[in-house]
Each structure stands twice: as structure tokens, then as C-alpha cells.
């Protein structure tokens, strides 16, 4: 397969992971907030969809799609996870933030109420993300310090993040505000797209051993 320029590819990521996101966002319709609540709705939009650059942002994804150096490519991998991951972690916060500065309820009450309601799906899975999340960033941290080799963390680090991403988009389409019909579709597109990579390594290596042990 022929390789995009280096300049060409990097216009096609920004413009699939930050304009497609920013675009939906625009024309979806919705009804405007106060700016706070709309830049914090933005953000996670545009988070999720730099998250899902990470399974693209691989070895298997820069031979298939980038073919840039592979140092670059692993570094910008780390930039990305860490800080959007970290924008996740603080997610549950944002999202009563905006009631520091509106009369009603307490935001520590209105955290303590979504994270208690047990019986609502779109909860549930956003709080298994979370803590998947938060494992994935904590064994990228402390990788070194793990008694693993690096292929079983890697492997480890795979499938925590397939599990991840499932759930965190799951979530922010059954209750993200802004997720309507087109964001979804286009969420799930790219959901699939991402994790067709890994799970379609995973079943060359496991071709691979089964031809060689016969």
C-alpha cells in the first residue's frame, strides 16, 4: 500500500478526529448552554475521538494507514493518552462543575447521586470505563515496574483498552448530549475501525502459531 505524505496524513487525523467531532458538534441543532457547559461538552467530544486515534496510532496502524516513523508515532501515542485519559479521569467533575455557579442543588450531591444511580445503563457503563480507564493509565505508569514482559503488557494494554473504548463510547452515546444520529454513526465507524486493528493482529499471530506448530 502506498503511503500518504507525511503532511497529507496528519491533515486527514486532524480533520477526521478534531473537524468531523467540532462539525457534528456545530450543526447538530441543540440547544445552547451557558458557555461553560458547551466548551465542557466540546472537550469531551473532541477527547473521545483523539482517544480512538490510539489504536491507529500504533505499529500495526502506522504500517496499514500513517507510515511515519514509528518513534514519532509511539511518542505521540504516549502525548495523547496521558493527557486525554487524564481529561477522562476528571470527566465525573466536569460534569457538575457549572453547578458551582448556578442555584440548586450542591455539585459533591449531584456527583453522589449519578454515580448512585445503579439502575440506569448509561451510568453503569460510564463507571466501568472509568475504572478501566483508570487502570489502563496506571499500567502505562508504572509498565516499567510491572513483573510483566513487555509483549504480555502490551497484550494487557490491548485488550484494557478494546474493553475501555467499548464502554466509554457506549456511554457517551446513550447519554452524551450531543451524540444524535450522525455523531454516533460516526463514533461507532470509528470504534470499529480502531479495534479491527488489534483484534485482527491478534488473529494473524494466532494463524501464525497454529501453522508453525503443524
Known amino acids: 500500500m502506498k503511503s500518504l505524505p507525511n503532511k497529507t496524513s496528519i491533515l486527514l487525523a486532524i480533520i477526521l478526529f478534531i473537524g468531523m467531532p467540532i462539525f457534528f458538534y456545530a450543526t447538530g441543532g441543540f440547544p445552547r448552554r451557558t458557555l461553560l457547559k458547551e466548551t465542557i461538552s466540546l472537550l469531551t467530544i473532541v477527547s473521545l475521538c483523539l482517544v480512538l486515534t490510539q489504536f491507529f496510532l500504533t505499529r500495526s496502524g502506522n504500517s496499514l494507514l500513517l507510515r511515519h516513523n514509528m518513534a514519532k508515532v509511539i511518542k505521540v501515542h504516549k502525548i495523547i493518552g496521558y493527557v486525554f485519559l487524564c481529561i477522562f479521569l476528571v470527566h465525573p467533575f466536569l460534569i457538575v462543575l457549572p453547578r458551582y455557579f448556578e442555584a440548586g442543588a450542591e455539585p459533591l450531591d449531584s456527583l453522589i447521586t449519578i454515580l448512585s444511580t445503579y439502575n440506569n445503563v448509561g451510568v453503569l457503563n460510564g463507571i466501568?470505563?472509568?475504572?478501566?480507564?483508570?487502570?489502563?493509565?496506571?499500567?502505562?505508569?508504572?509498565?516499567?515496574?510491572?513483573?510483566?514482559?513487555?509483549?504480555?503488557?502490551?497484550?494487557?494494554?490491548?485488550?484494557?483498552?478494546?474493553?475501555?473504548?467499548?464502554?466509554?463510547?457506549?456511554?457517551?452515546?446513550?447519554?452524551?448530549?450531543?451524540?444524535?444520529?450522525?455523531?454516533?454513526?460516526?463514533?461507532?465507524?470509528?470504534?470499529?475501525?480502531?479495534?479491527?486493528?488489534?483484534?485482527?493482529?491478534?488473529?494473524?499471530?494466532?494463524?501464525?502459531?497454529?501453522?508453525?506448530?503443524?
Do not use: E
Open 128 to 214: 466501568f470505563a472509568w475504572c478501566l480507564m483508570l487502570t489502563l493509565l496506571s499500567t502505562a505508569l508504572l509498565r516499567k515496574r510491572m513483573p510483566l514482559t513487555y509483549k504480555n503488557w502490551t497484550a494487557v494494554h490491548k485488550w484494557l483498552s478494546i474493553a475501555f473504548i467499548i464502554f466509554a463510547c457506549w456511554h457517551a452515546i446513550d447519554l452524551g448530549r450531543h451524540t444524535n444520529g450522525g455523531l454516533s454513526a460516526y463514533v461507532v465507524v470509528l470504534t470499529l475501525c480502531g479495534i479491527f486493528l488489534p483484534i485482527k493482529d491478534h488473529i494473524v499471530q494466532i494463524a501464525l502459531k497454529s501453522r508453525i506448530s503443524h
